[in-house]
């Protein structure tokens, strides 16, 4: 069956960085555009960023463009979401979603304070 496993959140300082994982299983990996979402305490789950099946083409939510970097390794079956530049504003369970699926995956921790 389809799983997405994410990983890589934590408690991390202002300005600093921290990079998640979505490791994928049960589907071809490499046939699907993929996609982070966020949901901060008491707000509604929010588009992050996506990247192409390839990897070609990504997208970015205007709140983390210039500071998140989504990527992918099909032959390892991951994407990645490297998170520079964090503020308190970006703390949320972060999500991975396969949109064509409707599959999210179980969310991990980010939290941004000092």
């Known amino acids: 069956q389809v799983q997405l496993v994410e990983s890589g959140g934590g408690l991390v300082q202002p300005g600093g960085s921290l990079r998640l994982s979505c490791a994928a299983s049960?589907?071809?990996?490499?046939?699907?555009?993929m996609n982070w979402y966020r949901q901060a305490p008491g707000k509604e789950r929010e588009f992050v960023a996506r990247i192409s099946n390839a990897g070609g083409n990504t997208n970015y939510a205007d709140s983390v463009k210039g500071r998140f970097t989504i990527s992918r390794d099909n032959a390892r079956r991951t994407v990645y979401l490297q998170m520079n530049s964090l503020k308190p504003e970006d703390t949320a369970v972060y999500y991975c979603?396969?949109?064509?699926?409707?599959?999210w995956g179980q969310g991990t921790q980010v939290t941004v304070s000092s």
């Open positions: 979603y396969v949109r064509s699926l409707s599959y």
């Open positions: 049960g589907f071809t990996f490499s046939n699907y555009a």
